[in-house]
């Protein structure tokens, strides 16, 4: 069966990084908006948030934003100081974010046990993702420290990818409210999972090659020149918007 070339698939998935990233940002700037105004989303007042959920908008606002900075190489080469101190402003804002979340669910009112469990599993799943992500980095090993952060955005960003595929779920009608919670938590669920899945499959299908050392875009670990090194490759945006690999895991 044919695959994807490379390029495209690139492209792809930095497209779809981006989208998510901005349509993130753009909900969480009009949630913030209904919150101040005491307005509702949707649903009869199903979304009608209280004031201090902007808490958990302006934390989403920051990750989205940050994220794609991220993962960007050329702003890792150049500004290594600064990276490192947004990557833990990023961990202090997804932890707020996440616990924000959860409460959300166990305060607002009418909310189904269905909701309350799916956000549980899925934060709980974040944090430890982002806690894998961040003692990795503690530990100088970037290549296992990428990974986790991708599967940590694919969590992250699944309730974008949710929101996106609602409509569709709810174009048939909703006729009551128990209705309208089975639909939007088919689509949750459908949507963390095509996230997670998506991203596995980037790692898989950047398979692992051996590149020289003092080729690759980082030495970090000071391989002499000549030697060989074994590079597993996790994505990164580059700086005409492509995803690239990076960062030598060992050398041999």
Known sequence: MATLPRNRFTVLMTAALLGLCAFGAIRAVSATRLALTGGSLDAGGL????????????????????????FWPAFRGRYRLLHRWSGRALVVCAVILAGSGISLVYRMPDRPLGERVFMTTVFALF??????????????????HRRWMLRTVAVGLGAMTQRLMLPLFLAAGVHSAAEFWDKFLAAAWLSAI?????????????APASIPADQGPENPMGTPPGARTIAIVTPSITRSGGIIASAPSRSA
């Open 47 to 70: 979304f009608r948030y209280p004031l201090w959920a902007i808490l958990h908008f302006a934390t989403a606002s920051l990750f989205v934003l940050a994220v794609p900075i991220q």
């Open 194 to 206: 095509l996230n997670v899945t998506v991203a596995e499959w980037w790692l898989r299908r950047s």
């Open 127 to 144: 944090l430890c993702f982002l806690a894998n992500a961040f003692l990795a980095a503690r530990a100088r090993d970037f290549v296992r």
